[in-house]
């Protein structure tokens, strides 16, 4: 199977929140990553949490944690066109991508 | 800021060429790294490098060299270019020892087409 899995699409109305879920294999990943990739771009780390957390906000991102079941998501609030991009959750080091979330906003 | 650049934003070549890509990065770090991205793959790994002319195979290296002489410098060879080498090359490099969670910062890619 796959190290990491997610949702190859997301479409989500402007002002909407967003939800991009991911399940990943290895428990020891000491962080975990979320890397965004705009349109004709390279990859940009959006954030990150370590393991022993739950969750992590920064600004209009949650990150939620659940090591039991080895799942990580992000909650974009408020949506804006902007958000478009390539969603990518990534473990280990060197780091294991997941396939990547197309986040659609509709305005 | 950290700047990451790839030599190339388009290459087109022909089968059996032997193709050079390029990577340079200014902030000294130690580990440097290949992926291709595929639609509907991701991005998978070919090499990475944690020093000058170390290197470590990633999860895809067939097909594929590599070449760190100098830190600032990664190059990625295709000994002999085949269609299904077509793809997006992205270079990616990080600070400090590889477990640590330093973020790795990418260049802008390389979209290679092989006919």
């Known amino acids: 199977g796959e190290d990491v899995e997610q949702s190859l699409f997301l479409s989500v109305r402007e002002g909407d929140s967003s939800v991009i879920n991911c399940t990943y294999t290895?428990?020891?990943?000491?962080?975990l990553y979320w890397y965004k990739q705009e349109p004709g771009a390279g990859l940009q780390l959006l954030t990150y949490?370590?393991?022993?957390?739950d969750m992590k906000q920064d600004q209009r991102l949650t990150v939620l944690l659940n090591k039991k079941d080895k799942h990580l998501s992000l909650r974009i609030a408020d949506t804006q066109t902007g958000d478009s991009a390539i969603y990518f959750c990534?473990?280990?080091?060197?780091?294991?991508f997941g396939k990547g979330t197309r986040l659609s906003v509709i305005a | 800021d950290v700047k990451v650049t790839q030599s190339s934003r388009y290459l087109v070549k022909r089968t059996g060429e032997k193709v050079f890509l390029e990577c340079v990065q200014d902030?000294?770090?130690?580990?440097m790294f290949w992926y291709r991205q595929d639609p509907g793959l991701g991005l998978r790994l070919i090499y990475f490098?944690?020093?000058?002319?170390?290197?470590e195979k990633g999860d895809i290296p067939e097909g594929y060299s590599v070449s760190r002489e100098k830190k600032e410098r990664f190059s990625l060879i295709l000994e002999s270019a085949s269609t299904n080498q077509t793809s997006m090359y992205l270079c990616?490099?990080?600070?400090?020892?590889?477990?640590?969670?330093?973020?790795?910062?990418f260049g802008p890619g390389t979209r290679l087409t092989v006919t």
């Open positions: 990616a490099s990080k600070k400090g020892g590889l477990a640590q969670s330093y973020e790795q910062y």
């Open positions: 490098s944690y020093d000058v002319k170390m290197k």
């Open positions: 290895d428990s020891s990943s000491t962080y």
């Open positions: 990534a473990e280990r080091t060197p780091l294991v």
């Open positions: 949490i370590f393991s022993n957390m």
């Open positions: 902030m000294d770090h130690e580990n």
